[in-house]
């Protein structure tokens, strides 16, 4: 006969570790509904990208979001299932979605009180070549009285009340932050839960490894380069770090949290604004990473603290570990003085 101990009775799954956050925090179950809700989009998409090749979700579905990148079927999938299940949560009132041109206003007989920015599908271009791909996802309350609109979701980073990302890798892992630190979670497809793996996550002082696209070498401004160069060739004799770059933010940002370093994508002479988007990808990641006791910088200030002013502006994002992004800050403020 099997041994029945090895099976845990008492398993903390997300669900049950929002509920307990929520009443410590005598919320309303607004929040928690809300985040339920990103959960089992999540876990459909995870089917969804698991099953690609087979449901026929691949390949191009015809047409350009509004970043200019070509949508994959599992892209307009992911979206659809994220912006229903969260309307479907009665929490919301503001979606925006870098696949979606204009912010969605949730209908008023739907609505609640929180507004959510979200990827639903990061990194779809590595989708044929089976590179890992996440969901990012960023919740603020809104602050205003009037009926709800697209302004409302121009708030700063510093007023995210939930952040987090799913990563679509050799397991899935949902990694989530509501202000107290951050905590992973894997999925067990056995019981269709995401289960706490790793609580209270820190992120080391200093890393060894720094990653961004160095194709674009020609392209950077000097303070990268310089940065690189000391990365490459340290002066103090110390080891140099080794580079890592998927080329998927949500891969490439979870790596940084896991083993150190530093994650780049700055402005350059062909993006003098970056490349990234504030809204739904750098801020979820800034504050997971102040969450874990990193910092996440454009160079010249907090990445939490810029006050948006479109819903798809762009952002240079240096992140990861608080040595060496406070080193690549020093080198930003020598040259931009």
């Known amino acids: 006969m099997s041994d029945r101990g090895a099976f845990d009775t008492n398993v903390l799954t997300l669900t049950r570790f929002v509920l307990e956050e929520g009443r410590k925090a005598h919320g309303t179950g607004e929040l928690t509904n809300l985040l339920n809700s990103i959960c089992t989009a999540v876990k459909a998409i995870s089917t969804a990208v698991r099953k690609a090749g087979i449901a026929n979700l691949y390949g191009i579905a015809g047409s350009t979001n509004v970043t200019g990148d070509q949508v994959k079927k599992l892209d307009v999938l992911s979206n659809d299932l994220v912006i229903n299940m969260i309307k479907s949560s009665f929490s919301s009132c503001v979606l925006v979605s870098e696949e979606n041109e204009k912010a969605i206003i949730v209908e008023p007989d739907m609505n609640g009180k929180y507004i959510v920015c979200f990827d639903p599908l990061d990194g779809s271009s590595n989708i044929d070549c089976l590179v890992s791909i996440g969901t990012i996802f960023a919740v603020y309350k809104k602050t205003t009285d009037g009926e709800p609109c697209e302004n409302d979701s121009l708030q700063p980073g510093r007023n995210i009340v939930a952040a987090g990302y799913a990563l679509y890798g050799s397991a899935t892992m949902m990694v989530l932050s509501t202000g107290?630190?951050?905590?992973?979670?894997?999925?067990?497809?056995?019981?269709?839960?995401?289960?706490?793996?790793?609580?209270?996550?820190?992120?080391?002082?200093?890393?060894?490894?720094?990653?961004?696209?160095?194709?674009?070498?020609?392209?950077?401004?000097?303070?990268?380069?310089?940065?690189?160069?000391?990365?490459?060739?340290?002066?103090?004799?110390?080891?140099?770090?080794?580079?890592?770059?998927?080329?998927?933010?949500?891969?490439?940002?979870?790596?940084?949290?896991?083993?150190?370093?530093?994650?780049?994508?700055?402005?350059?002479?062909?993006?003098?604004?970056?490349?990234?988007?504030?809204?739904?990808?750098?801020?979820?990641?800034?504050?997971?990473?102040?969450?874990?006791?990193?910092?996440?910088?454009?160079?010249?200030?907090?990445?939490?603290?810029?006050?948006?002013?479109?819903?798809?502006?762009r952002v240079p994002v240096v992140l990861g570990s608080p040595d060496d992004v406070q080193e690549y800050i020093s080198i930003y403020k020598k040259h931009n003085k």
């Open 180 to 313: 107290q630190g951050v905590n992973c979670f894997m999925l067990d497809p056995a019981i269709g839960e995401f289960i706490l793996v790793d609580r209270d996550v820190k992120i080391k002082k200093k890393g060894k490894i720094y990653s961004l696209n160095e194709g674009y070498a020609q392209h950077f401004y000097p303070d990268v380069t310089e940065y690189l160069q000391k990365k490459k060739y340290p002066e103090d004799g110390s080891a140099p770090y080794g580079s890592r770059y998927v080329g998927s933010m949500v891969a490439d940002v979870h790596r940084t949290l896991v083993y150190g370093g530093i994650f780049l994508y700055p402005a350059n002479v062909k993006s003098p604004k970056g490349k990234l988007r504030l809204l739904y990808e750098c801020n979820p990641m800034a504050y997971i990473m102040e969450q874990a006791g990193g910092m996440a910088t454009t160079g010249a200030m907090n990445v939490l603290d810029i006050q948006p002013t479109s819903i798809h502006q």
